[in-house]
């Protein structure tokens, strides 16, 4: 490592107040090892196969040098964990009994050891590893004993570390191709496996052509990597995972590409078009594999019952799944919908639920019901199109549904029509694009099967946000009674009462966390803590609350599971396993004292350049929502608390913290809302965190429709919401001077964390008391304070702590 690397990284370790050695056992519960693998496993899409997998008891040479450095996990705070072990994929292969060609294992072995990367620094992490350079007569006479190759391919990408339209990153590196020429040149029978987090260009593939017999896409899967490729190769596994994401053809396919990226702001002008309902609707032919797609060693046939109730509004599939080959396996199944044009236009497939199998043994069958409300499909009238502005509606006209195994093949099994258009639910105006920032957005226009790409007006502010928020200040709570939060935790006194005897002081430091990271309220390498940072709220009883990230697990200086990334749990479209999974791991927080994993990570796919993507879990609304309520139920099923994360539109990394995403509310609510409204409804988490980023013109952190109107009133949501760590001074637009901290409190963004003295805000100095006088009441502190302390009323873990 350079001197330079060495310097940049210690100021890194110095700013988050994390380093030193990395304490405690480095034992892992043995449930929670196998359920990780399992879950990794369940996330591994098998793209392509001739027949070479799995593979038999013949030998079989290795090549690539991700084999000893394989990427287990993407970088930043939803990768940082402390593993006690990472096995790579010649770890595994070897492990589950798989013959490697001694030469080629022996040779990647000395060149590794010859060849150690550098690992880099915050933001400047390596995002492929140099390829070994490989002789062309290792690789003949390899091909002479083993009657298989496999080739592997890795590539990282993370927080602050964007994927790049480069070799090494999206594109493959001259050396992985030399290496790939090689092998296929001399081997009958290539597979492939791409070790990474991101999608990444596969138009490689239509040049080898059946060269390369098969191809694994390994999502990143944590500590147990290795062994759960090395499950799927061998066949002790059947590969079960699905896309998450379409695969393009190009990145320019992408229909974001075009505004991906940019530093001030960035135009959804793609609009509700992301991923497969773009590509369904405009550019079926881009696709190299589409959403949902993935193989398997056996055959299924599906046939179902379609039920339409409209009177009760629901429609229900009843699926029978036939194993019709020979070895036991998993199905997912998928139900899309293609609605009326209308006025609104539609995608052409919209994915309205899933289920994934049991394991159905070689010639028997297993049922899934899938049952539909028809609420939960209707369309955002932002602009009043239909004549219903800011309501959802299911518009007059034919609605067909599909079942199958993705996006492209599922067939039409049922079908019914509304005479006239519905409206679903009157909802209010939520951060709507702003008439100076107005942009347009697409819609298909002509007829289905031949749309072209249309444009229009994006639908702009028609509500007055201060008169909203005029007429909603709470009132203040008022007491002279002394007492403790014991008292309320026995259930002698309520909340508000309690609220209402803390001083001005006690009530803003509930309103933001203990000033730094690594707090010393809580175990070494925590995040922040908040709720009873100072001795006074202690000694009424108030607990700290310890906070830790993160989706691929606990970063802590202590070792913790390295979990499957966010993309490789939703790919198994497993929900069960997943919230197995986190339900052990909310054990894992017991045992190490911390009481709120900053996790699931949740935004969707909006680009495949964005460096979080493998924290997150798909271009797709339902996937994400669902996967994440699963995470959740498993985390707070141990008394401990989740929290969903980044509270919206975090949809790219660079410049991350001032970005604006301007978004139709129609996109909003469709889509980038819609994933968390999902998880909240269906798993009810006791935190959320809000994004860097502002959404139309409002950082997420200072946005009082999103914090309070959507999410406390439509939703009725009654968890508390923390920021991400560290925001921006501004000023409100629309009170003067209630700005910065009583912004943000204003818009019930409870707690800032860490807290204090910042990289983004400079200092901590903008106390929200500041603005009392400029119209900020103490109610509205009130507030935030009460749902800091509701929360640690619901989290079992902190509720025991009160004094
Ligand atoms: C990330 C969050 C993370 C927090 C604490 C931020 O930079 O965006 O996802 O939870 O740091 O580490």
Redesign the pocket.
């Known amino acids: 490592m350079s001197a330079f690397s060495k310097i940049v990284r210690l100021f890194f370790r110095l700013a988050q107040n994390i380093g030193g050695e990395v304490a405690g056992e480095k034992n892992i519960a043995p449930e929670l090892a196998s359920c990780a693998r399992e879950l990794a496993a369940e996330g591994i899409v098998l793209l392509k196969n001739d027949g070479a997998l799995p593979i038999g008891d013949d030998e079989v040479a290795l090549f690539g040098r991700v084999q000893q450095d394989y990427f287990c996990v993407g970088y930043?705070?939803?990768g940082d964990v402390k593993a006690p072990y990472k096995v790579n994929l010649v770890q595994g292969l070897k492990g589950v009994g798989i013959k490697l060609n001694p030469e080629v294992d022996k040779y990647y072995r000395d060149w590794c050891a010859s060849n150690i990367p550098d690992e880099g620094f915050w933001g400047h992490w390596p995002m492929c590893f140099e390829e070994a350079p490989i002789a062309d007569e290792l690789v003949r006479k390899a091909s002479q004993s083993a009657k298989t190759a496999i080739a592997v391919i890795g590539r990282a990408a993370g927080?602050d570390r964007e994927q790049k339209l480069e070799k090494g990153s999206f594109y493959l590196t001259d050396g992985e191709i030399e290496m790939l020429d090689k092998v296929t040149k001399a081997f009958d029978k290539v597979v492939l496996v791409i070790d990474a987090g991101n999608i990444i260009d596969l138009s490689f593939l239509e040049g080898y052509g059946d060269k390369i017999s098969a191809v694994l896409y390994a999502f990143q899967g944590g500590m147990e990597s290795g062994n759960a490729v090395a499950d799927v190769i061998s066949g002790r596994v059947n590969p079960s995972g699905r896309l998450t994401d379409t695969i393009a053809r190009t990145y320019s396919d992408y229909p974001s590409s075009e505004n991906f990226g940019n530093k001030k702001f960035n135009n959804y002008c793609e609009d509700i078009y992301v991923g497969y309902r773009y590509f369904e609707t405009f550019a079926r032919e881009c696709v190299l594999f589409p959403f949902g797609y993935g193989l398997s060693y056996t055959d299924f046939a599906t046939s179902c019952v379609f039920d339409c109730d409209l009177e009760n509004k629901r429609f229900e599939v009843e699926a029978t799944i036939v194993n019709t080959g020979k070895r036991a396996g998993k199905e997912v199944v998928q139900v899309y919908v293609e609605m009326p044009q209308g006025r609104l236009g539609k995608p052409l497939r919209s994915l309205v639920g899933f289920k994934k199998t049991a394991l159905i043994g070689a010639g028997e069958a297993d049922n899934a019901t899938i049952s539909v409300a028809l609420a939960d499909i209707a369309s955002y009238d932002d602009g009043g199109l239909t004549g219903n502005p800011s309501c959802f509606v299911l518009e007059q006209g034919e609605y067909r549904v599909y079942v199958g195994s993705n996006a492209r093949e599922a067939q039409l099994v049922g079908k019914f029509s509304l005479d006239e258009t519905i409206v679903v639910k009157e909802a209010e105006e939520i951060c709507p694009p702003d008439k100076k920032h107005a942009f347009e957005v697409l819609y298909p226009k002509g007829e289905s099967g031949e749309f072209t790409k249309g444009y229009r007006p994006v639908a702009t502010r028609t509500s007055d946000l201060r008169e909203r928020i005029e007429a909603r200040l709470p009132s203040a709570l008022v007491s002279r009674v002394k007492m403790s939060f014991g008292e309320v935790r026995r259930g002698e006194r309520t909340l508000s009462e309690f609220v209402a005897t803390l001083s001005d002081e006690d009530l803003e430091s509930l309103t933001h966390g203990d000033l730094k990271?690594n707090s010393p309220l809580g175990a070494i390498g925590n995040?922040g803590a908040f709720g009873g940072i100072t001795e006074q709220l202690r000694k009424k009883g108030v607990p700290p609350v310890t906070v830790t990230?993160?989706p691929s697990g606990i970063r802590l200086n202590s070792y913790a599971s390295l979990l499957p990334s966010g993309t490789a749990i939703a790919s198994s479209f497993n929900e069960e396993l997943a919230e197995r999974l986190y339900s052990l791991v909310a054990v894992e927080m017991n045992e190490k004292g911390t009481q709120m994993l900053?996790a699931p990570?949740m935004n969707l796919h909006r680009d495949p350049l964005c460096g979080r993507n493998f924290e997150y879990f798909s271009e797709d609304p339902l996937v994400s929502g669902k996967i994440a309520a699963a995470v959740v139920r498993g985390v707070q099923s141990g008394g401990v608390s989740a929290c969903p994360?980044?509270f919206a539109c975090n949809n790219q990394e660079t410049a991350r913290a001032k970005n604006d995403s301007r978004v139709s509310e129609r996109a909003l609510r469709e889509l980038y809302f819609k994933s968390f409204e999902i998880c909240i409804k269906e798993s009810k988490p006791l935190c959320i965190?809000t994004s860097?980023n502002k959404i139309n013109g409002v950082y997420s952190y200072h946005n009082y429709d999103l914090a309070t109107t959507l999410l406390r009133k439509e939703w009725g949501y009654e968890g508390l919401v923390i920021t991400?760590?560290w925001t921006k001074r501004a000023k409100n637009p629309n009170f003067k001077g209630v700005d910065d901290n009583a912004y943000r409190i204003r818009a019930q963004v409870d707690v800032l964390m860490p807290g204090g003295g910042s990289r983004l805000s400079g200092k901590y100095s903008h106390s929200a008391r500041l603005a009392y006088g400029k119209g900020f009441k103490r109610s509205e502190l009130q507030r935030s304070a009460e749902n800091t302390l509701r929360f640690i009323l619901n989290c079992k873990a902190t509720k025991d702590k009160i004094g």
């Open positions: 930043g705070s939803g927080e990271m995040a990230d993160g900053l990570g994360k980044h965190m860097y991400d760590w």
